[in-house]
């Protein structure tokens, strides 16, 4: 994600869409999300660091990084990543969040590879059994939910933090409202002239666009309890380890398969779907289409993730 190519949109970058064994093209687990300055890590799976150098990415803003849970496809590349970083000279905070469990391999890592920047390395345990805020700054709220699996696991839904309206420089001139004034007008506030008419807000303000969303759920079973928290996002990444034809795999390991993701999407009503966690067992572009296809027969605004896939939010709203 190079810095000089994105503007105000939402960005997600798929590093890695494999599940446990990786092939050529569908890498261990892991996401970048982009929201202006700011690049956000969703799981770091082996070989996390190099698929960053190869799809342009930098480490240079990454200060946080979420993992769903501690199996090894999601959180082996967290200690060559947090050992690079520190061998080039870490000169920021990287806030590490996940399930219980991570302290203690945050804490591992650090003593092994990164310990003059044990500091600078802060890792965050959520309980993940309840629905919880974790994170949030001046344009971004982060919620973690629980998914079921064979281990502590949970999503994460991001939300952009609603813009402040445009002022229409052309109509605050028309009612001679003053410039000191435009920040309340920003905020939602109406303007009441000297002989106390009162100008409405919408009258000299602009919307601004809706602000985006994204939730990823990675691993879990089909599992209805996250709909609610899940409701509306404009992308839902939602793992789909196997076809229809393999429930019964599935519903062994508590993992989903392309139907459960697609009725996930459909109850949840989200602007669009993106698949992935595939088994090793579907390893060709042609086995991955195949699985696409069963999704869209029953939710028609579906993608296949592939590694260096890239997703434009702004783009998605108009497809």
Known sequence: ?????????????????????????????????????????????????????R?????????????????????????GLLSSMSMSGLDHP??????????????????????????????????????QRVYEDHSLVVTAFPLKHRVPCIGYRFDEKPKPRHIDREMCDFYQIPIAYFGLLKQGADFQQEDGTVIPNHKVTKSPRAPF??????????????????????????ETTFGADKMDRAVAT?????????????????????IGHYSARYATPELVEELLSEVKSLFPRSFAAEDGLTLDFQKLRTL
């Not at 969303?213 to 079973?221: E, G, N, R, W």
């Not at 697609?262 to 779907?273: D, F, S, T």
């Open 254 to 274: 508590l993992h989903s398969t392309t139907t459960d993701a697609a009725h996930i999407a459909q109850q949840a009503e989200v602007g669009h779907l993106l």
């Open 94 to 131: 990287v806030h590490i969040y996940g399930p219980e469990g991570i302290e203690a391999y945050v804490h591992f890592i650090v003593e092994t590879f990164c310990r003059d920047d044990a500091e600078r390395i802060i890792p965050h345990q959520i309980d993940h059994r309840q629905v």
């Open 55 to 79: 799809f342009g990415g930098s480490w240079a803003n990454l200060h946080r990084i979420f993992i769903t849970h501690l199996h090894g496809d999601h959180c082996l590349g967290l200690p």
């Open 213 to 238: 969303s994204f939730a990823y759920c990675s691993d879990t079973a089909y599992y209805p309890p996250i709909v609610e928290t899940i409701k509306g996002v404009d992308l839902l990444y939602h």
């Open 1 to 53: 994600m190079n810095d000089a190519n994105y503007g105000d949109s939402m960005y997600l970058k798929v590093l890695g869409c494999g599940s446990a064994l990786p092939k050529p093209g569908h890498q261990h687990s892991s996401q970048l999300l982009r929201l202006r300055d700011k690049v956000y890590m969703i799981d770091c799976g082996e070989g996390t660091q190099m698929q960053l150098l």
